[in-house]
Every structure is written in structure tokens, then in C-alpha cells.
């Protein structure tokens, strides 16, 4: 097993916000985490990212205790993408992504150079490489950091060269905030990837549609529980998606796609304000 995750509970002060959550993820999954807002996804991306070692339960990578494992040696088989990350200091891009080879040394050799230079391209970035990454956009900031976290997992500058089954997981919580659709799919595409080369990628998602499209296992969390998880088909159902997030959908099947399509059916009638008025600018 790649991951386990048994029973973990955490408190943030006095509140509870995680209680009793439990799966088990094996290498070249794509777990998709998703939730309403303060149902628990990120805080429980910490816990396995080792931010919070206080939780109650028990948090294994390939059946060694996460809080038994010295923080390098966690670096080295993890690698994580946070939803906020804070760089005050006007760090290149190429700096920011060189970054993700730290943990195996701290100068980077030629082959950690092309490394560097690899997922530069592959998260279309290269162009950005002299740039300073304060003066960057959100998307292109989120883009950079994916190509930190590739750094980090990758062995050779080639996606295709190395089988990492069992030996990588990357963590990424809301990857493409801000990002364009193209960038969107870019990244996701990237995860599908890095999963089809045996790596665990366990992803928190907001958007049913990239989740439906890319997930190959769906956990969803309410109120700090697991409340399911299961296929997409199993999760992405008018009665879970009404039951988590509290909004009525319509679940579409699509001739040429093999994910189901979800159309929210309640949005119209949330607000009850009259249609606006044309205004007449002759």
C-alpha cells in the first residue's frame, strides 16, 4: 500500500476538524479529495504532507508511520503543492522550479539543471525562466510551482524514462486556481501522467468536470468525515453531490466523452430578483 490513512482526527485549537478518516490509495492512482468549503480536504492534505503532526491515527507511506520518517527522507517520496504559497523574495522562476532538487543536494548539477529545464517546458514556463516570480500572474504562479513539484519527483528530464511505482506520490491541494482551461488541462493532464508512470497523486478538486475527467478514485468529505468514496460514476450522483455540497444537479451522459457530465439545476433559483432592465443608451 502506498498510502494509508486509519482513522485520523485533528483539532485546531478547540474545534474538531477532522474526525475518524480513513482510505487507503495505491501508486498510479488519481485521488480527487472534494468537499464543500470547511468540509476538512486541505486540512487533511496537511496531515499527509506531515504540516500537522498532532493528529490522532495513523498516516503510513509504504508501511512506514509518517511521523517516523525524518523530514528529507519524506521529501524524497513526496513531493506537495500547497494552495497558498508565499515567496516575498524576487526569486527567478528558474530558481523557484531549481527549488524542487534541493532535497537531493544543495547545488544543482547538470543533470539537475535539465531536469529543471524539462519541466520548465512541460509547464510552458520556459519562456518565464529570468523572470522574477513576484511579478508573476496567479495562473503563471500555479504553473511554476507545478513544474517545482515535477522537478522534485522526476529522476531523469523525460516523463517516459523512469517507473516510479510505489516510490512517488505528489500532493496537490486546488492545483489550478487561477489558471487558464488550457492551463487547466495542461496540469491535470500532467497529473494523469506522472499517475500512468506509477506515481500516487492524490489531488482537492472544486470542479466536478476536471475531477470527473481525470480522477481514478473520488474521496468526498463532509463536515471533517469521510462521508464516501468510491469510482466517479459511484460519487458524482445527485444524491451525493445534494447531500456534500447542497445544491441540486443533473448527472449527463455525453456521447463522445466517458465521464458523466455535471450541470448544476438549482443556480436559476437561488435569487429571485427580477430579470434587469434594458437600458436604452440611443
Known amino acids: 500500500m502506498m498510502l494509508s490513512v486509519k482513522d485520523i482526527s485533528l483539532q485546531l485549537g478547540k474545534t474538531t476538524i477532522l474526525d475518524k478518516v480513513h482510505f487507503n490509495a495505491q501508486a498510479g492512482e488519481l485521488c480527487v479529495i472534494m468537499g464543500a468549503n470547511g468540509a476538512g480536504k486541505s486540512t487533511l492534505l496537511k496531515v499527509i504532507a506531515g504540516e500537522y503532526p498532532h493528529y490522532t491515527g495513523n498516516v503510513a507511506i509504504k508501511d512506514r508511520e509518517l511521523r517516523s520518517m525524518p523530514v528529507k527522507e519524506q521529501a524524497a517520496v513526496r513531493a506537495v503543492l500547497s494552495q497558498q504559497i508565499m515567496l516575498t523574495q524576487p526569486f527567478s522562476v528558474e530558481e523557484v ?14 543533470s539537475d539543471k535539465e531536469i529543471v529545464s524539462y519541466a520548465l517546458k512541460v509547464m510552458q514556463v520556459q519562456h518565464l525562466r529570468e523572470r522574477a516570480y513576484t511579478t508573476l500572474s496567479g495562473g503563471q504562479k500555479q504553473r511554476v510551482q507545478m ?40 496540469s491535470l493532464q500532467l497529473a494523469a501522467t506522472l499517475a500512468s508512470r506509477g506515481v500516487l497523486v492524490v489531488a482537492v478538486l472544486h470542479d466536478f468536470q476536471l475531477a470527473a475527467a481525470y480522477a481514478s478514485r473520488i474521496l468526498l468529505l463532509k463536515n471533517g468525515t469521510m462521508y464516501a468514496q468510491g469510482t466517479v460514476e459511484e460519487m458524482l450522483t445527485p444524491r451525493h453531490i445534494k447531500d456534500c455540497f447542497g445544491v441540486d444537479v443533473n448527472v449527463l451522459e455525453h456521447p463522445h466523452y466517458n465521464y458523466p457530465l455535471v450541470v448544476t439545476a438549482a443556480a436559476a433559483g437561488l435569487f429571485q430578483s427580477p430579470a434587469p432592465k434594458a437600458i436604452n443608451v440611443s
Open 147 to 186: 513544474a517545482r513539484v515535477l522537478a522534485q519527483l522526476l529522476e531523469t528530464p523525460d516523463l517516459h524514462t523512469a517507473d516510479y511505482t510505489g516510490r512517488k506520490m505528489l500532493l496537490l491541494d486546488e492545483p489550478v486556481t487561477g489558471m487558464d482551461i488550457l492551463h487547466q488541462q495542461l
Open 97 to 110: 522550479v531549481g527549488m524542487g532538487r534541493f532535497v537531493y543536494g544543495s547545488g544543482l548539477s547538470s
